[in-house]
Nanobody, 116 residues
Framework: QVQLVESGGGLVQPGGSLRLSCAAS????????MGWYRQAPGKERELVAS???????NYANSVKGRFTISRDNAHNTVYLQMNSLRPEDTAVYYC??????????WGKGTLVTVSA
């Protein structure tokens, strides 16, 4: 079992920055890919960014150049640095982890609100 706990959400003005963190515990050594998804009201959950254990990254086109995903394997933590935030980035952000065996885990989510 893997447990994921997100932190760092909140209210920010357009153009501002936030950093999300997700700490994994339990059988975290089994994790290959970690990532961030988001779900805005009335919309489907979508991938924001992901990173493999060796550091290969993938980003949604809408966040390229603004968001950066990083990972600290020693502390089983993944980060999402979000810059130049826009109102359309408002959503609940979920941490995701996939093990080498293909088992998927989710955090409970953290709300990011971008508003003046």
């Amino acid at each position: 079992q893997v447990q994921l706990v997100e932190s760092g959400g909140g209210l920010v003005q357009p153009g501002g920055s936030l950093r999300l963190s997700c700490a994994a515990s339990g059988s975290s050594f089994r994790i290959n890919t970690m990532g961030w998804y988001r779900q805005a009201p009335g919309k489907e959950r979508e991938l924001v960014a992901s990173i493999t254990r060796v550091g290969n990254t993938n980003y949604a086109n809408s966040v390229k150049g603004r968001f950066t995903i990083s990972r600290d394997n020693a502390h089983n933590t993944v980060y999402l640095q979000m810059n130049s935030l826009r109102p359309e980035d408002t959503a609940v952000y979920y941490c995701n982890a996939n093990t080498f065996a293909g088992i998927e885990y989710w955090g409970k989510g953290t709300l990011v609100t971008v508003s003046a």
